[in-house]
């Protein structure tokens, strides 16, 4: 089994910060990517940003600037600090890691998600 715990959400006025993070535990026996997505009503789910184990990042072009997506190898953890928030970063973000288990079966793990409201 492979659990994921997202923290961090919440509310927040436009122009504020917000620090998600996101345990995995289980057992793993590898981690490969690690990433953030977020989904806002009436919308699709959507890549926020990303992070390879070697530490390289991909980020939507809407947040360029403004998050950061870091990870922590020895906790498997990962975090994205997002600044300069605006109201059309609403959504409910997601966490989401591939993985290899002991089992050697390598599969995508979701989160539970997390809100983030960005409103005055």
């Known amino acids: 089994q492979v659990q994921l715990v997202e923290s961090g959400g919440g509310l927040v006025q436009p122009g504020g910060s917000l620090r998600l993070s996101c345990a995995a535990s289980?057992?793993?026996?590898?981690?490969?990517?690690m990433g953030w997505y977020r989904q806002a009503p009436g919308k699709e789910r959507e890549l926020v940003a990303v992070i390879t184990s070697g530490g390289s990042t991909n980020y939507a072009d809407s947040v360029k600037g403004r998050f950061t997506i870091s990870r922590d190898n020895a906790k498997n953890t990962v975090v994205l600090q997002m600044n300069s928030l605006g109201p059309e970063d609403t959504a409910v973000y997601y966490c989401k890691i591939n993985c290899q288990r002991f089992s050697l079966l390598r599969s995508d793990y979701w989160g539970q998600g997390t809100q983030v409201t960005v409103s005055s």
């Open positions: 289980g057992s793993i026996f590898r981690m490969y990517e």
